[in-house]
C-alpha cells in the first residue's frame, strides 16, 4: 500500500487470535451447516465475538455463493457515535487475518454523490465492531474468488422511519442485481440489568424461554418481510435489538422491490443465546442467522 494510513487494520476481539486458527475455527463452523438451494442474496448475521456466536453465523454465511457474488454490502449498526444518516468508511483497504478486503470505491463515489451519506473517521471506523466481525466470515466464505469481489461498509445510524424508507429506497436498486450480496448486521435481545432491558413474559416459563419468544416474534415479523410492522413490533415492546435500523432498511429495499414484481423469502435458519437467563441478575445476548431468497 502506498499509503498505509489509508489501510484500517482489523483488531479488536481478534487480536489474540491468528490467521490459520481463525481459519479452521471459520471452516470447523461452515462445515457443520447444510447450504439450502438458493443462494443469497441478504442475510442478517450477529456481530458478537465468535466464541458466543461463531457457530451461529455460520448457518447465514454458508448460504452465500461466492461463484456469482462481486459485490458484499455490510450494513452495521452505529455502537459509539450518534449517527442520524449512514456513514461510509474513509479508507480503501479493510485488513483481516485472512487477507485484504478491498473497498468499491465506485460504488462509495455512487452513494456519496447521493449526498444523504457522511465520511466516518478513522476512530469511529476502529472502535466500530458491528462491521469488523463480518469482515473474516466475509472473507472466508468468499476466499474461492478472492480476488474478484469488493466490499461496501455502511454504518447505519439512528435512523427514522422515514429514512429508513429513503435508504431502502436507495440501496434497493443494488439489492436487485444478483452479483450484489447483503449482509446485514445484528444482535438480537440485549436482556438484563446491564443492558436495562428485563421484559418477561411469566406465561412463557423460565426467563430464557421468555426471551426466545419475544425475539422469535421479531423474527417472524421479518421473514414476513413488513417493515411497518417490524416497527411496531419495537415500539409495542422496545426489543434491544442492536441492527434494528440496517434491518429495516433491508425490509424497506425488499418492499421497493416487490412493488416491482420481484419475488422473495426470507428465512431464519438459526437462533441462539449467550446463556440461559433464569434470574434477575443473569444477562444474555441473543443471535440469530438468517437468509433472503430471490425467486
Given at each position: 500500500?502506498?499509503?498505509?494510513?489509508?489501510?484500517?487494520?482489523?483488531?479488536?476481539?481478534?487480536?489474540?487470535?491468528?490467521?490459520?486458527?481463525?481459519?479452521?475455527?471459520?471452516?470447523?463452523?461452515?462445515?457443520?451447516?447444510?447450504?439450502?438451494?438458493?443462494?443469497?442474496?441478504?442475510?442478517?448475521?450477529p456481530?458478537?465475538?465468535?466464541?458466543?456466536?461463531?457457530?451461529?453465523?455460520?448457518?447465514?454465511?454458508?448460504?452465500?455463493?461466492?461463484?456469482?457474488?462481486?459485490?458484499?454490502?455490510?450494513l452495521?449498526?452505529?455502537?459509539?457515535?450518534?449517527?442520524?444518516?449512514?456513514?461510509?468508511?474513509?479508507?480503501?483497504?479493510?485488513?483481516?487475518?485472512?487477507?485484504?478486503?478491498?473497498?468499491?470505491?465506485?460504488?462509495?463515489?455512487?452513494?456519496?454523490?447521493?449526498?444523504?451519506?457522511e465520511?466516518?473517521?478513522?476512530?469511529?471506523?476502529?472502535?466500530?465492531?458491528?462491521?469488523?466481525?463480518?469482515?473474516?466470515?466475509?472473507?472466508?466464505?468468499?476466499?474461492?474468488?478472492?480476488?474478484?469481489?469488493?466490499?461496501?461498509?455502511?454504518?447505519?445510524?439512528?435512523?427514522?422511519?422515514?429514512?429508513?424508507?429513503?435508504?431502502?429506497?436507495?440501496?434497493?436498486?443494488?439489492?436487485?442485481?444478483?452479483?450484489?450480496?447483503?449482509?446485514?448486521?445484528?444482535?438480537?435481545?440485549?436482556?438484563?440489568?446491564?443492558?436495562?432491558?428485563?421484559?418477561?413474559?411469566?406465561?412463557?416459563?423460565?426467563?430464557y424461554?421468555?426471551?426466545?419468544?419475544?425475539?422469535?416474534?421479531?423474527?417472524?415479523?421479518?421473514?414476513?418481510?413488513?417493515?411497518v410492522?417490524?416497527?411496531?413490533?419495537?415500539?409495542?415492546?422496545?426489543?434491544?435489538?442492536?441492527?434494528?435500523?440496517?434491518?429495516?432498511?433491508?425490509?424497506?429495499?425488499?418492499?421497493?422491490?416487490?412493488?416491482?414484481?420481484?419475488?422473495m423469502?426470507?428465512?431464519?435458519?438459526?437462533?441462539?443465546?449467550?446463556?440461559?437467563?433464569?434470574?434477575?441478575?443473569?444477562?444474555?445476548?441473543?443471535?440469530?442467522?438468517?437468509?433472503?431468497?430471490?425467486?
Amino acid at each position: 500500500l502506498n499509503n498505509p494510513s489509508n489501510c484500517r487494520a482489523y483488531c479488536s476481539g481478534m487480536k489474540t487470535v491468528i490467521g490459520p486458527q481463525l481459519n479452521a475455527q471459520l471452516e470447523g463452523w461452515l462445515s457443520q451447516v447444510q447450504s439450502t438451494k438458493r443462494p443469497a442474496r441478504a442475510i442478517i448475521a450477529p456481530h458478537a465475538g465468535y466464541t458466543y456466536c461463531g457457530s451461529c453465523a455460520a448457518h447465514a454465511y454458508k448460504q452465500v455463493d461466492p461463484s456469482i457474488t462481486r459485490r458484499i454490502f455490510i450494513l452495521g449498526p452505529s455502537h459509539h457515535v450518534p449517527l442520524s444518516r449512514c456513514a461510509l468508511s474513509s479508507v480503501d483497504i479493510y485488513r483481516t487475518p485472512l487477507y485484504d478486503l478491498r473497498i468499491d470505491q465506485k460504488i462509495y463515489g455512487e452513494l456519496w454523490k447521493t449526498g444523504m451519506f457522511e465520511r466516518m473517521s478513522l476512530q469511529t471506523d476502529e472502535d466500530e465492531h458491528s462491521i469488523e466481525m463480518h469482515l473474516p466470515y466475509t472473507a472466508k466464505a468468499m476466499e474461492s474468488h478472492k480476488d474478484e469481489f469488493t466490499i461496501i461498509p455502511v454504518l447505519v445510524g439512528a435512523l427514522s422511519e422515514s429514512k429508513e424508507q429513503e435508504f431502502g429506497k436507495l440501496f434497493s436498486k443494488y439489492l436487485a442485481d444478483p452479483s450484489n450480496l447483503f449482509v446485514v448486521s445484528s444482535d438480537f435481545c440485549h436482556w438484563g440489568q446491564r443492558f436495562r432491558y428485563s421484559y418477561y413474559d411469566e406465561s412463557q416459563g423460565e426467563i430464557y424461554r421468555s426471551i426466545e419468544h419475544l425475539d422469535k416474534m421479531g423474527m417472524s415479523i421479518i421473514e414476513q418481510l413488513d417493515p411497518v410492522s417490524f416497527s411496531n413490533y419495537l415500539k409495542k415492546y422496545h426489543n434491544t435489538i442492536c441492527g434494528r435500523h440496517p434491518i429495516g432498511v433491508l425490509l424497506n429495499a425488499i418492499t421497493e422491490l416487490q412493488k416491482n414484481g420481484m419475488n422473495m423469502s426470507f428465512s431464519f435458519l438459526n437462533y441462539a443465546q449467550s446463556s440461559q437467563c433464569r434470574n434477575w441478575q443473569d444477562s444474555s445476548v441473543s443471535y440469530a442467522a438468517g437468509a433472503l431468497t430471490v425467486h
